[in-house]
């Protein structure tokens, strides 16, 4: 079979698998349009403006974006903590038996989504931050533990093997020998990682986890659009804000 004939019978592979998609979900989209859904819907959207800008509720968004800022940045530490001391064992570092069991922890932290984590930890600490912080860090941990792992994997050798023969110890020789090598991208990653968590902090809210999250289910909840509207535009900042900042720092290092 030629390549456009090979092209050919993928797209129409695809385009077979969309239409069952819409077929097994029962997806009906012309309900959208159908009657008086048009003029609902614009009446809805427009229920958001004009954003509540009194002076109370900005000061209410200010310490739950602080609050949200925080969860993202704790869970983040944390998870680079024990992300950086799985990944030796990942690694295998201390042998086979400790890299097979440190990478199916790995795999089963970061294989429960970040939302499920919270409901977990909501009914374990309470609702809060203390439940948002942990849930980022849990599946944030199980990210980074594997890609520094694979950091430490495709590093040199040879500078610590120097080390070793000169008389340093194991210790030392990973310290001044393989961590310079790896740190950098283990900082990039960490980076990349806080700006997914400032997102995923405010989305926890949902489930009790604090911050501007938790502010945006409430106000929707009560049907308080205007106040939700100005909430998702603090996200919105929030997150511009830091991804600028992380870009930054990644291109310094």
């Known amino acids: 079979m030629s390549r456009r004939g090979e092209a050919i019978g993928w797209l129409l592979l695809i385009g077979a698998a969309v239409i069952?998609?819409?077929?097994?979900?029962?997806?009906?989209?012309?309900?959208?349009?159908?009657?008086?859904?048009?003029q609902q819907m614009q009446a809805y959207a427009l229920s958001f403006f004009p954003p509540d800008s009194s002076a109370s509720w900005l000061r209410q968004i200010s310490r739950g974006a602080l609050e949200t800022l925080a969860i993202s940045a704790i869970g983040t530490l944390l998870a680079a903590l024990l992300g950086a001391?799985?990944?030796?064992?990942?690694?295998?570092?201390?042998?086979?038996?400790?890299?097979?069991?440190?990478?199916?922890?790995?795999?089963?932290?970061?294989?429960?989504?970040?939302?499920?984590?919270?409901?977990?930890?909501?009914?374990?600490?309470g609702l809060g931050p203390f439940a948002g912080t942990l849930a980022i860090a849990l599946h944030t941990a199980g990210v980074l533990g594997r890609l520094f792992a694979e950091a430490l994997e495709n590093t040199p050798a040879?500078?610590?093997?120097?080390?070793?023969?000169?008389?340093?110890?194991?210790?030392?020789a990973f310290f001044y020998g393989t961590l310079p090598g790896v740190l950098p991208q283990w900082l990039a990653y960490t980076l990349y990682r806080w700006e997914n968590n400032i997102r995923m902090a405010a989305v926890l809210g949902f489930v009790g986890a604090?911050?501007?999250?938790?502010?945006?289910y409430v106000t929707l909840s009560l049907f308080q659009q205007p106040r939700a509207m100005t909430v998702i535009l603090a996200m919105l900042l929030m997150v511009l804000l830091v991804d600028a900042l992380s870009a930054w720092l990644r291109r310094r290092l």
């Open 20 to 38: 069952a998609s819409f077929w097994y979900l029962d997806m009906d989209l012309r309900g959208l349009l159908r009657g008086d859904s048009p």
């Open 158 to 172: 040879e500078p610590a093997n120097a080390l070793r023969e000169a008389g340093a110890g194991t210790v030392a």
């Open 85 to 125: 001391g799985l990944s030796l064992l990942a690694a295998g570092r201390l042998g086979r038996l400790a890299k097979a069991a440190a990478r199916l922890l790995l795999n089963a932290l970061r294989s429960v989504p970040e939302l499920v984590w919270a409901a977990l930890m909501v009914l374990a600490a």
């Open 210 to 216: 604090g911050g501007l999250g938790q502010m945006l």
